[in-house]
């Protein structure tokens, strides 16, 4: 069997396809992993799987001024709005490309499967042809409707009518934008809103998050299952750099915090993170920070004896050494955490990851986070504080983590990409 996996994001959206692609290749299928082109050396250096590029311009585009301002800016409400509107506007040539190549893609390969995400989306337009071939993946919640929450867009309780108006709201613009797509792609079939609408509500969707922090609602159909927190095989060979081993050798016996934003950006990283720096050294708690894609950086001046900056790091790696994490929220950061039974405090930054601050706050396995543009120094100290020295998020970390250790749905998931159904 020939898979196509499709996946547009920022690397944390690309980790669940690898996972997926892994178990495929184990099985002897051949996986053609379809990424932006910057997460080539994702696929190349770690896997059998091959790689077709989707352009480097997704990725451009959010590290632009205004996928910055967009992603994590500060300022009024009305300065983000303008924001989203440049990133609008800029984004239509984008998506055009991406399109394109998607198309080119699968009509070169005529795959037996399609495996995609949601920001792709010609597989809608193939599955029209392909009914039952294609499988679409969500690492957040809130995609179809689920009692007592609104779409993962709005981000909230609204009560049960405007809850499902969400959903009706968010449907019709992905009918819209598939449409438009098929444009784009100069599709020769007439596709109209109804098909459109019974491809979206019928194909299969195998949401990757633990049970544990979401569970399937008893009243969704079938073909829409919740198959746990998937993460690709990775080499554990990584050595760290003697700074950081001297690093952890003299705080082994501290709680040590480990501070990341993964693939976030903003406009102001200086000062986000000073305000970080501050509350850490006047409460003298040793930290791990991981400057990564640039949403925190390395001061000039700083406690090096209590903080030590890094610019990558295996998490699976650093998780397991220190106490807790503070990080902006992305679904696999998340589960990752929790995974290792590490208390987390989040600072989202945009969509999902409002709702998996608001589930790990439910959960009791941290504090209530701050929103990225509004965090100060003032609002963020307590939440640090309590993060650190309140044992009941550590319990429930635990806890989570020990049920996260016993869930295996590896056989579903790949009998969910195997089988086909109308």
Same mark, same amino acid.
């Given at each position: 069997?020939?898979?196509?996996?499709?996946?547009?994001?920022?690397?944390?959206?690309?980790?669940?396809?690898?996972?997926?692609?892994?178990?495929?290749?184990?099985?002897?299928?051949?996986?053609?992993?379809?990424?932006?082109?910057?997460?080539?050396?994702?696929?190349?250096?770690?896997?059998?799987?091959?790689?077709?590029?989707?352009?480097?311009?997704?990725?451009?585009?959010?590290?632009?001024?205004?996928?910055?301002?967009?992603?994590?800016?500060?300022?009024?409400?009305?300065?983000?709005?303008?924001?989203?509107?440049?990133?609008?506007?800029?984004?239509?040539?984008?998506?055009?490309?991406?399109?394109?190549?998607?198309?080119?893609?699968?009509?070169?390969?005529?795959?037996?499967?399609?495996?995609?995400?949601?920001?792709?989306?010609?597989?809608?337009?193939?599955?029209?042809?392909?009914?039952?071939?294609?499988?679409?993946?969500?690492?957040?919640?809130?995609?179809?409707?689920?009692?007592?929450?609104?779409?993962?867009?709005?981000?909230?309780?609204?009560?049960?009518?405007?809850?499902?108006?969400?959903?009706?709201? &968010?449907?019709? /613009? !992905? %009918?819209?934008?598939? *449409?438009?797509?098929?444009?784009?792609?100069?599709?020769?079939?007439? #596709?109209?809103?109804?098909?459109?609408?019974?491809?979206?509500?019928?194909?299969?969707?195998?949401?990757?998050?633990s049970p544990s922090l979401f569970s399937r609602p008893d009243y969704w159909e079938h073909n829409r299952k919740v198959l746990g927190y998937l993460k690709p095989h990775k080499e554990t060979s990584w050595q760290p750099p003697q700074g950081l081993a001297d690093f952890l050798e003299r705080?082994?016996?501290?709680?040590?915090?480990?501070?990341?934003?993964?693939?976030?950006?903003?406009?102001?990283?200086?000062?986000?993170?000073?305000?970080?720096?501050?509350?850490?050294?006047?409460?003298?708690?040793?930290?791990?920070?991981?400057? &990564?894609?640039? /949403? !925190? %950086?390395?001061?000039? *001046?700083?406690?090096?004896?209590?903080?030590?900056?890094?610019?990558? #790091?295996?998490?699976?790696?650093?998780?397991?050494k220190i106490y807790g994490v503070i990080h902006h929220g992305g679904a696999g950061t998340t589960h990752l955490a929790l995974k290792y039974g590490r208390p987390t405090l989040i600072i989202p930054h945009i969509i999902d990851q409002f709702i998996w601050n608001r589930i790990i706050y439910?959960?009791?396995?941290?504090?209530?986070?701050?929103?990225?543009?509004?965090?100060?120094?003032?609002?963020?100290?307590?939440?640090?504080?309590?993060?650190?020295?309140?044992?009941?998020?550590?319990?429930?970390?635990?806890?989570?983590?020990?049920?996260?250790?016993?869930e295996n749905f590896i056989k579903e998931l790949y009998e969910s990409i195997n089988l086909t159904y109308s």
């Amino acid at each position: 069997m020939k898979v196509i996996l499709i996946s547009i994001g920022t690397r944390g959206d690309m980790e669940p396809f690898l996972a997926i692609g892994d178990i495929l290749i184990e099985k002897g299928h051949k996986v053609i992993c379809a990424f932006p082109e910057q997460f080539r050396s994702l696929v190349k250096d770690s896997s059998e799987m091959e790689f077709a590029s989707l352009g480097t311009k997704f990725i451009e585009l959010l590290e632009s001024d205004a996928g910055k301002e967009a992603l994590g800016g500060s300022g009024s409400g009305l300065r983000k709005f303008w924001a989203y509107i440049k990133l609008a506007g800029k984004q239509t040539e984008v998506n055009k490309e991406l399109v394109q190549k998607q198309k080119e893609l699968i009509e070169s390969q005529n795959p037996d499967r399609i495996v995609y995400n949601g920001k792709a989306s010609y597989p809608i337009i193939w599955e029209l042809d392909h009914r039952g071939k294609t499988i679409l993946i969500s690492p957040v919640p809130f995609l179809h409707y689920v009692k007592n929450h609104t779409h993962v867009a709005f981000n909230g309780n609204f009560g049960p009518f405007l809850n499902k108006l969400t959903y009706a709201v &968010a449907d019709f /613009g !992905l %009918i819209t934008t598939v *449409k438009i797509s098929a444009k784009w792609a100069k599709t020769k079939r007439k #596709i109209n809103r109804k098909k459109i609408k019974k491809v979206i509500r019928s194909n299969k969707v195998i949401y990757t998050i633990s049970p544990s922090l979401f569970s399937r609602p008893d009243y969704w159909e079938h073909n829409r299952k919740v198959l746990g927190y998937l993460k690709p095989h990775k080499e554990t060979s990584w050595q760290p750099p003697q700074g950081l081993a001297d690093f952890l050798e003299r705080h082994k016996n501290q709680k040590i915090l480990f501070v990341t934003f993964g693939s976030m950006t903003n406009p102001a990283p200086e000062s986000k993170t000073k305000i970080i720096t501050d509350i850490l050294e006047r409460n003298h708690i040793p930290a791990i920070i991981n400057t &990564a894609a640039g /949403g !925190l %950086i390395e001061p000039e *001046k700083y406690d090096s004896q209590l903080l030590h900056f890094v610019s990558q #790091i295996p998490y699976d790696w650093i998780l397991p050494k220190i106490y807790g994490v503070i990080h902006h929220g992305g679904a696999g950061t998340t589960h990752l955490a929790l995974k290792y039974g590490r208390p987390t405090l989040i600072i989202p930054h945009i969509i999902d990851q409002f709702i998996w601050n608001r589930i790990i706050y439910k959960k009791g396995a941290g504090p209530k986070g701050i929103k990225i543009n509004k965090i100060t120094t003032k609002n963020l100290e307590p939440k640090i504080l309590e993060l650190m020295n309140n044992r009941f998020y550590k319990d429930n970390a635990e806890q989570i983590s020990s049920q996260m250790q016993k869930e295996n749905f590896i056989k579903e998931l790949y009998e969910s990409i195997n089988l086909t159904y109308s």
